[in-house]
């Protein structure tokens, strides 16, 4: 029989509860996703505005264009206009294009020093014999919560005290700090989970730690490493505050690149930039979603 | 073989309670091992750093490096009489030096600090203090009028002591006096308590509004079978995982003058259009997008605690009379409360550092304490106060941290 969400004995004032408390969960929702959605639209503006002209509103198709999006490709160009040297003038010089470069090269080599080290770390942290974990754990996940503007002036202070500041290898070290809280908590959810019987039947019969940890853990812990490699990831993708102060021109990344658009010369590119960034969160959340319920089948755990 | 013990002893002849506690402390180094290479990376990039900068909110050598001779000759002044020729005839001597090696604006610079004016006084003076003769005293007046005045002589004590209280009196609007006293700054100087109190504000305020909107959220995912409950989740994970920046854009575009809530306004009559209400660039859009930014941190704790929560209880309030509004709150409220207390000390913790909305949407009366941190970095360059100002912060936010593992537990921290 189906559950019904109203049960019959429901009087008039619960009816009109239930509804009323529905509409005002609606109302957050939109709240919520209302902000990211109407960007896409915004993004497709033929003037240089933040809003909607009256030809948008009216579903004019003259008031629609994709200059902003040629303007991600365009803006910084030598030569725009060029037919010759066009594609290498824009993977040289465009703004945009360097700073979407300059996000990769850091997020990539971050992800996988934070990756490689938080797992490491997290597979002893979730052993019974760690010592001081209490403690140890609350130091390893203090960068997620300390404000970045304190982290960011003490990397900067430091750094550019030993020639760390304003180069890549300055900012791929600190964003690999900030990631390595994440991969931590994922991996350790991923472990609590983890059958220890799995290990010791595969020592008794012969493997060695290295081996168990290859053919046994690693397939069992995956999915929360590559989901804690993301988080990490869209961290470093995302951060501004530690690459203002720590990164000079060359090193911009695509948020600081809209910081300064913001701030400097606001126009719809950084919508167009927004979109597409909606876009990739999307793509992501819909690989950490399947890899934690991949994890969950094979853990035996299953929605009920 | 002939002491008798009541130890059980294995094979070799070791005792097994031995053999155990060594069996288990190589486990133990073997786990600690594995976290080892984090805890040293950590510490190298991030512990060392931050504490090498805090250091600098009360460490400032630069004065009693530069002006050795004033430094120790002002060490045995009691700020209160007129100094002597011997401290004059000391002050000069330092300054013919550091005009030599060009470090005067770096002094100057200090002192200024500490009594605003003093910059001109001391590059000034320095040009032509290689001409000076004896006696100092006289001769430092006959520059200028400000060396007879004993208030330029007490900040100039002040900024000779490497270990000092200046910096982090000065985040709490308090100033050191050559007398050893503590006294409140200048009125026109105070803006630093101002600014805690409002960024404390902000943060109450932005993590009631989440904890408003999130509940409600909560409880119907909770309450909705699992697949819907799934699908709103997403609702709630999109946001969660878009860009700082998109989402601080998204409310520009939503909030300002001529942007979609305004439009809306109008159309709706609620205002007219050459009265529309400026909700961006000041407090208000500051709270609107904090508050939409830290919403799925709340939502997130508060309904996996509410998912273990069986609704058997609340039926079992109700069929022995209670009403809605008792049942829920007399029995579903407090069993939720560890979900709201994760939620609301994380966004509270998360708010209180906030920089990027503030600084891109919160217009004069809009900016927290970061903005000021990042300002003194960045464009003031006065690097002690930055690190006395993130000193004072920290604290703040390491006790909320440890209230958070005290009653959460860092190890239930979750994402997602």
Not at chain 1, 102 to 109: A, E, T
Request: glycine share 6%.
């Amino acid at each position: 029989m189906k559950k019904r969400a109203i049960p019959v004995y429901a009087s008039r004032g619960d009816v009109a509860w239930f509804y009323t408390f529905r509409f005002i969960c609606a109302l957050v929702f939109l709240f919520l996703i209302f902000p990211i959605i109407i960007i896409i639209p915004l993004s497709f503006n033929q003037e240089p505005y933040f809003s909607f002209t009256s030809g948008m509103l009216s579903l004019d198709p003259d008031a629609y264009s994709y200059r902003w999006y040629w303007d991600i490709l365009k803006n910084g160009m030598a030569d725009p206009d060029a037919s010759n040297g066009w594609w290498a003038d824009m993977w040289n010089n465009a703004q945009w294009i360097r700073s979407i470069k300059n996000s990769f090269i850091v997020g990539i080599f971050a992800t996988i020093l934070a990756t490689v080290l938080g797992t490491i770390a997290a597979i002893g942290l979730s052993s019974s014999h760690m010592p001081y974990k209490r403690i140890i754990m609350s130091l390893l996940i203090s960068p997620m919560i300390i404000p970045l503007v304190i982290t960011a002036s003490g990397l900067f202070y430091s750094f550019s005290q030993v020639g760390l500041a304003k180069n890549y290898l300055g900012l791929i070290l600190a964003h690999a700090v900030l990631g390595t809280p994440f991969v931590i908590i994922t991996v350790t959810a991923t472990l609590v989970g983890f059958d220890q019987s799995l290990t010791r039947a595969s020592a008794s019969l012969g493997a060695g730690p290295v081996r168990t940890f290859f053919k046994i853990q690693t397939p069992l812990i995956l999915p929360g490493v590559i989901s804690g490699a993301l988080f990490a990831f869209i961290t470093s993708f995302d951060e501004v505050v530690v690459v203002l102060q720590l990164a000079d021109v060359r090193q911009r990344t695509i948020p600081r690149q809209m910081f300064s658009g913001i701030r400097e010369q606001i126009s719809p590119t950084i919508l167009a930039v927004a979109t597409i960034l909606v876009i990739l969160s999307i793509i992501l959340l819909t690989i950490v979603e399947l890899l934690r319920r991949r994890s969950e089948r094979l853990r035996g755990i299953t929605p009920e | 073989m002939n002491n008798f013990t009541e130890e059980n002893f294995s094979s070799d002849g070791v005792s097994l309670k031995k053999k155990l506690s060594r069996s288990l402390f190589k486990s133990k180094m073997r786990a600690f091992s594995l976290v080892l290479p984090l805890l040293a990376f950590l510490a190298i990039f991030f512990v060392i750093p931050i504490i090498n900068l805090l250091s600098q909110s009360f460490l400032d050598f630069r004065y009693a490096t530069l002006m050795p001779s004033s430094t120790q000759a002002l060490k045995d002044w009691d700020g209160k009489s007129f100094p002597t020729e011997e401290i004059a005839k000391a002050m000069v001597i330092d300054l013919i030096k550091a005009k030599k090696n060009k470090t005067i604006g770096k002094v100057a610079t200090r002192v200024n600090r500490e009594l605003s004016g003093t910059r001109s006084l001391f590059t000034k003076t320095a040009r032509a203090a290689k001409k000076m003769e004896a006696p100092y005293m006289e001769a430092l007046i006959k520059k200028d009028r400000k060396w007879e005045n004993l208030k330029t002589w007490q900040a100039i004590k002040i900024s000779s002591m490497a270990v000092t209280p200046s910096y982090l009196l000065a985040a709490v609007d308090r100033k050191y006096t050559a007398e050893g006293e503590i006294i409140q700054q200048d009125e026109n100087r105070r803006i630093h308590v101002t600014l805690f109190l409002r960024t404390i504000e902000i943060s109450v305020i932005v993590t009631l509004a989440t904890l408003l909107l999130g509940y409600p959220v909560a409880f119907l995912m909770a309450s909705l079978p699992l697949r819907t409950s799934n699908l709103l989740l997403i609702l709630v994970l999109l946001p969660f995982w878009t860009s700082l920046l998109v989402r601080t854009t998204a409310w520009i575009a939503m909030l300002q003058s001529s942007g979609v809530v305004n439009d809306l306004l109008v159309f709706f009559g609620i205002t007219v259009d050459d009265a529309r209400f400026s909700l961006i660039y000041n407090k208000t859009g500051t709270l609107i997008a904090m508050t939409h930014i830290l919403l799925p941190f709340m939502i997130l704790p508060i309904y996996s605690v509410m998912k273990t929560i069986s609704p058997s209880f609340v039926m079992a309030a109700k069929s022995m009379g209670a009403t809605n509004w008792t049942a829920f709150w007399r029995v579903y409220f407090p069993m939720t409360i560890p979900g709201v207390g994760a939620g609301a000390i994380l966004v509270f913790i998360l708010a209180i550092g906030y920089y990027i909305t503030p600084a891109l949407v919160g217009g004069q009366d809009g900016q927290m304490i970061s903005n000021i941190i990042d300002f003194h970095m960045r464009s003031s360059l006065n690097w002690n106060l930055a690190a006395a100002l993130g000193l004072v912060l920290l604290i703040f936010i390491l006790f909320f941290f440890w209230l958070y593992d005290r009653f959460v537990g860092i190890d239930n921290m979750k994402l997602g």
